[in-house]
């Protein structure tokens, strides 16, 4: 059966999400804590003049800026970064093409890393100890090991379940680092940013709105922006409006906690099937018709963040929150 995809997944103008990149520590909003804690590893490492700081994990929801976080910390300290993701590397000759590619000082950024496969996760581990790969060559009594010297670089490692990250790869980064949930004002202010990057003119007002509806994530801040820019094209406004605003929401059918289609599904299925729940995540992704994944990775976040499931030892709950605003 294929599953559905949610708008929040589909792929993002990769040219416009470039020039909305945060290009220096100031430019990029919040993380106040991560920000400092990364800058802080970093100087130490220049200071010792080390070839490259210690490996770092960012873990946190889908959104959150863990890939404009690693872009960042190589625009700051002029290092190249490889981009690749767990997923993508499917045999042990790809993961070793990409490090034998590394020149020192490299930034590589795994995305997904906790999808890396068991081989290749092998392999990593004295890749990022000592620099070492070492690879079998060959079959059977030919088969013979070769070792192989990894110019100095630092691996950022990024995640949306830390939970399914093994122990032993996790214990090799030097530090891991939660990206929290933004709030209201923080988003208000990256929506403020992008529209003055992209000569978009907007009220106050219409900043609220949309950074309410957001999800407090910033690819979706930045994606609602650019929506209610079409509409204002569109229509010939030279300024976006709360009237354009709301107008984009309601023909995308996004409601004012920023839900879509994707996420009544899941609250309606649990009303409807579960009897308000518990259920389990294999039969709510089961009888929504909704990826696991998906559901654990972009719906349930911020569903449980804004207080309308409830997880619990025997599965997740709707809140009478949910129930109260379903009604509306
Ligand atoms: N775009 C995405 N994340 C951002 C952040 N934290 N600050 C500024 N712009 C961003």
């Not at 691996?155 to 980064?173: K, M």
């Amino acid at each position: 059966m294929t599953k559905k995809t949610t708008p929040i997944q589909i792929e993002e103008d990769k040219t416009l999400d470039l020039a909305l990149r945060p290009e220096t520590w100031d430019e990029y909003i919040g993380q106040e804590k991560v920000k400092k804690n990364v800058k802080i590893m970093i100087q130490a490492s220049e200071k010792r003049g080390e070839a490259a700081p210690e490996h770092m994990l960012f873990y946190g929801n889908s959104g959150l800026g863990k890939t404009t976080l690693a872009y960042l910390i190589g625009r700051e300290t002029g290092r190249s970064v490889r981009v690749t993701s767990g997923p993508a590397i499917k045999k042990t000759g790809e993961l070793a093409a990409i490090l034998t590619n590394l020149t020192e000082g490299d930034i590589l950024f795994i995305d997904e890393i906790h999808r890396l496969n068991k081989v290749c996760e092998e392999i990593i581990y004295p890749v990022m100890e000592e620099f070492s790969l070492n690879l079998v060559v060959g079959n059977g009594p030919m088969a013979r090991t070769v070792d192989l010297n990894i110019p100095r670089f630092t691996l950022i490692g990024a995640t949306t379940q830390l939970a399914l990250l093994s122990g032993p790869l996790r214990n090799r980064f030097g530090a891991s680092f939660r990206l929290e949930p933004y709030n209201q004002n923080d988003i208000e202010k990256i929506i403020e940013r992008s529209a003055s990057l992209l000569d978009i003119k907007i009220t106050k007002e219409s900043i609220k709105m949309i950074a309410s509806r957001s999800r407090f994530t910033p690819r979706v801040a930045n994606r609602l922006l650019k929506r209610v820019r079409d509409l204002a094209q569109v229509e010939d406004q030279d300024k976006i409006t709360p009237e354009i605003a709301e107008k984009t929401f309601s023909n995308l059918n996004i409601d004012e906690m920023g839900l879509e289609s994707g996420d009544i599904n899941i609250l309606e299925t649990l009303i409807e099937k579960f009897n308000g729940g518990p259920a389990g995540i294999g039969a709510l992704a089961a009888a929504s018709d909704e990826r696991k994944d998906t559901i654990l990775e972009i719906y349930e976040p911020y569903l449980v963040q804004i207080g309308f499931i409830r997880r619990t030892s025997r599965g997740r709950v709707l809140t009478d929150k949910a129930y109260n605003h379903l009604k509306k």
